[in-house]
């Protein structure tokens, strides 16, 4: 079975930085493409950053661009997001998610497996 585990999230001022990391087992990580997205109570989930299998192309929603970065080390079949200059509208549920497929997706039925989210929260 497919597993993902998320870390990274926590409190932190605006401004500041977070690093999220999705460790994933039970499965063929250097195939799948792989997303994060995020969710806040009233909402729907959203997509944040999305990869394809081997790094090269990725996707950002317009809010956090320059600003996040999504990466993947197949190596440790592990993907990341970077979050820079966090503002308090970054506060969510961050969740990772992989696909079964080479290439990314953005909305949350194009995946598969989902992490059971961290908490990332921003004060003003």
């Known amino acids: 079975q497919v597993q993902l585990v998320e870390s990274g999230g926590g409190l932190v001022q605006a401004g500041g930085s977070l690093r999220l990391s999705c460790a994933t087992s039970?499965?063929?990580?250097?195939?799948?493409?792989m997303g994060w997205f995020r969710q806040v109570p009233g909402k729907e989930r959203e997509i944040v950053a999305a990869?394809?299998?081997?790094?090269?192309?990725?996707y950002y929603t317009d809010s956090v661009k320059g600003r996040f970065t999504i990466s993947r080390d197949n190596t440790k079949s592990t993907v990341y997001l970077q979050m820079n200059s966090l503002k308090p509208e970054d506060t969510a549920v961050y969740y990772c998610?992989?696909?079964?497929?080479?290439?990314?997706?953005?909305?949350?039925?194009?995946?598969?497996?989902w992490g059971q989210g961290t908490q990332v929260t921003v004060s003003s």
């Open positions: 990869i394809n299998w081997t790094g090269g192309r990725t």
């Open positions: 039970g499965g063929t990580f250097s195939s799948y493409g």
């Open positions: 998610a992989a696909r079964s497929g080479r290439a990314y997706g953005i909305l949350p039925r194009d995946y598969d497996y």
